[in-house]
């Protein structure tokens, strides 16, 4: 059911008035929003109402300035109706075009496009499947285009709790540290995470700066996407055997997993790849990756084989349920020591650095991070296991593996033994 409200929003120079703003919603769309550009006393207005007061101040326009509103109330009480009798889906753009002809009059000139910063990112939304990722000469990928659908729907909270509605020279370097604040203290979310819906929001900008003739404070290097050092761990190959050596007959859900693990430990595919593990031919296994598309063709290390041979491909299991197990599995063969890590709390669901058990912090994830992390550790070429794990530069490679300095220094020590033993 769709719903009308009108709000105050300050004025940026006097914030003792402020401009009448309504938002009409259906469904969980994007709001439409429209300044009616009617300036009042901003403790004149009743919130609860949404209608302004009977003062000394108003008196002379108050009816006036109300029955503008009581008209806007009645023709959006029609517009969801008209809407089903054409058989028109409402969208931003539809709704825009009602509010127009209702303004301006059925022979003005219709402006579908409305130009807040949200409902152009909701029309970049839509292009972005037709676009081409000038990196991968590929079509965006659906999950770049979920990235920035969740980005959009942070900016339409962040609207909606500062009550405004943003422009594009609205998106300037006071922004950047409002929508950032906003999301860690009101939505509780990760500096990672952070970092990644500002980077949406610089991308977009980019783009309209090219072919939209914008240029908003977010192409300024002080828009800067934040970001920090994830606390990762990852399973050396004498934990891997505990794990896999470990008598799980009696509880089959647990045994189900850790061949999962297993599987993926040894292979460094992401959980999404794992089902794909049944094309094997001639001990060698041929995947087209979900994520990238990319084709990697990987040996089956024996503890898989061993796994195959005596109960066949595992089950499949869903993501949650695998890292809740995991946890579980790694406790089990006794994976407790206590390592810097980070993890969701499972009291206020925000993650949280510290330290932990190393079972808590295990994930599907640890099992590609750990086939990196161990083939690098074993001198096996960087170039060779980039080619499995799909990443594009060493730097990001390097970023992703998890070696302290001690294990660094360790490489290098072997490295000159193996030289100079040779003289």
Not at 207 to 225: G, I
Not at 261 to 269: A, Q, V
Not at 316 to 336: A, G, L, Q
Request: proline letters at 3%; one cysteine or more; glycine letters at 4%.
């Amino acid at each position: 059911m769709a719903t009308l409200t009108f709000y105050i929003r300050p004025s940026a120079t006097n914030k003792t008035k402020g401009t009448i703003v309504l938002s009409y919603s259906w469904e969980r769309s994007t709001p439409f929003r429209k300044s009616l550009k009617m300036t009042i006393p901003i403790k004149s207005w009743d919130e609860k109402r949404q209608r302004l007061k009977n003062t000394s101040e108003t008196s002379k326009y108050r009816d006036e300035f109300n029955g503008k509103l009581d008209e806007l109330e009645s023709f959006f009480e029609g517009v969801e109706n008209q809407s089903n009798s054409k058989k028109t889906k409402l969208t931003t753009e539809v709704v825009s075009q009602y509010y127009e002809v209702f303004i301006n009059g059925e022979n003005e000139t219709i402006d579908k496009a409305n130009n807040s910063f949200v409902n152009s990112l909701e029309r970049y939304i839509n292009e972005l499947p037709y676009l081409i990722n000038k990196t991968t000469k590929k079509p965006v990928s659906n999950r770049t285009v979920q990235s920035f659908r969740t980005t959009k729907s942070y900016i339409v909270k962040y609207e909606d709790f500062h009550k405004t509605i943003l422009n594009f020279e609205d998106i300037n370097l006071n922004f950047h540290k409002s929508f950032m604040l906003f999301l860690q203290n009101n939505h509780k979310l990760a500096l990672n995470t952070v970092g990644g819906y500002v980077k949406d929001i610089k991308s977009f900008c980019k783009y309209s700066s090219r072919n939209n003739n914008v240029n908003p404070e977010s192409l300024s290097p002080d828009f800067f996407v934040v970001k920090e050092e994830t606390e990762a761990v990852y399973l050396n190959e004498k934990e891997i055997d505990l794990i896999f050596n470990h008598d799980f007959s009696n509880n089959k859900r647990h045994e189900n997993v850790r061949d999962w693990m297993i599987i993926g430990l040894w292979t460094g595919l992401r959980a999404s790849d794992w089902q794909k593990v049944e094309n094997i031919k001639e001990g060698f296994l041929t995947v087209k990756m979900q994520k990238t598309d990319g084709v990697v063709i990987i040996p089956i290390h024996w503890q898989i084989e061993e796994i195959i041979k005596k109960r066949g491909i595992p089950k499949p299991v869903s993501d949650v349920e695998f890292n809740r197990i995991i946890k579980k599995v790694c406790s089990d063969v006794k994976i407790t020591e206590k390592v810097k890590g980070s993890r969701r709390s499972p009291e206020t669901n925000r993650k949280e650095t510290g330290i932990f058990e190393k079972h808590l912090l295990i994930s599907s994830h640890t099992c590609r991070r750990s086939f990196a992390t161990n083939l690098y550790k074993a001198d096996f070429p960087t170039l060779s296991i980039m080619k499995i794990t799909g990443h594009k530069t060493e730097s990001s490679f390097l970023k992703y593996i998890k070696i302290t300095p001690k294990e660094h220094a360790d490489k290098l020590k072997r490295h000159w033994d193996l030289k100079y033993s040779k003289k």
